[in-house]
């Protein structure tokens, strides 16, 4: 008996000791994050430039999976689907929140079906023209709108992508007759813009930086709350005033979990990803990228998360773009 009640305590107490040994092996194998574009993108290299020193930290690789098209959507359903383990992730961005607003069905639930862990980074959305223009500002170009109503063009790229309904946000706060021309991607925007075929366009700035320091563009304004660093002379569309007053547009990258990943697995996630933001290396390769790092709470980027579904939700409505 006295064996028997030996072998029943230990083995109980091995019971007990399973979940805290199961906590210490994570990660028991390489992460993966699952990036809704395509390689080479702002999105994907920052991915990767967090990946990495996450992985360091981690003491395990992380892969970046690049599953672009249908609006991230097939990222999102096969990270929501994945095992809740804390070995999938997946890069969250604007589109993210775009696509709540947009799809008239998702696979998956934008808000219920991921655990947010932390935002990675923001990074500035543009009003460009060319180099050439007689729009010399912001307020030449509001000018040039209100004395010419439905005759300027602002480019864009896709219909129902940030950069469009950015553009249409700005219309709309700035109350002025323009018209949103999309493209089908970054190079038939500078191509359309430098031609003079559009007067100006609303583009990530970091994809054009090569052409606004090639001095073939010029930035008006960044559509974000600070002028981006190291460009102090480049003013905010806010600072226009007026109905523009607190204008506040930023692209951004965060990292979520499928829901129902153990919260300390997601607590730890969110530990690390805090000092990888922190790290100077970092935060200047993020920098060259015109990506300001920025690591927030799991609550808070839930709250952005859904702050941005109700934005674009309703700018997708007031612009009547059909729902897909």
Not at 129 to 143: C, F, H, I, M, N
Not at 218 to 229: D, E, H, N, S
Not at 234 to 252: I, P
């Amino acid at each position: 008996m006295v064996i028997e009640r030996r072998q029943f305590l230990a083995a109980a107490a091995a019971a007990l000791a399973q979940p805290a040994i199961a906590q210490q092996a994570w990660p028991a194998r390489p992460l993966r994050i699952v990036v809704p574009f395509g390689p080479g993108g702002i999105a994907d290299l920052t991915a990767r430039a967090v990946g990495q020193a996450l992985g360091e930290r981690l003491g395990q690789s992380v892969v970046i999976e690049n599953k672009p098209g249908a609006g991230g959507v097939s990222a999102g359903e096969l990270v929501a689907r994945a095992e809740p383990d804390g070995h999938t992730l997946l890069l969250m961005s604007n589109g993210t929140a775009v696509s709540a607003g947009l799809f008239a069905r998702l696979p998956f639930d934008p808000q219920k079906d991921f655990a947010p862990i932390s935002l990675l980074g923001l990074f500035d959305i543009a009003i460009l023209v060319p180099e050439g223009s007689r729009q010399k500002t912001l307020q030449d170009l509001l000018a040039a709108a209100k004395a010419n109503p439905g005759k300027l063009n602002i480019a864009t790229v896709n219909v129902g992508s940030t950069q469009n309904l950015a553009a249409e946000l700005f219309k709309s706060a700035a109350q002025v007759q323009v018209q949103v021309v999309p493209f089908n991607g970054t190079p038939a925007v500078i191509t359309a813009l430098r031609a003079g075929e559009v007067d100006a366009a609303v583009e990530i700035l970091g994809p054009v930086k090569a052409q606004v320091d090639a001095k073939a563009l010029r930035v008006l304004a960044v559509m974000g709350g600070r002028r981006p660093a190291g460009q102090s002379q480049v003013a905010t569309v806010a600072e226009a005033g007026g109905t523009l007053a607190g204008f506040d547009v930023s692209s951004w990258n965060a990292v979520a979990a499928p829901a129902k990943t153990p919260r300390d697995v997601v607590l730890r996630l969110n530990r690390e990803l805090q000092a990888v933001l922190a790290s100077p290396a970092v935060r200047q390769r993020l920098a060259a990228l015109d990506v300001e790092a920025r690591a927030s709470s799991p609550e808070q980027l839930a709250a952005l998360l859904g702050d941005e579904i109700r934005r674009w939700s309703a700018v997708i409505a007031k612009a009547g773009i059909p729902r897909q």
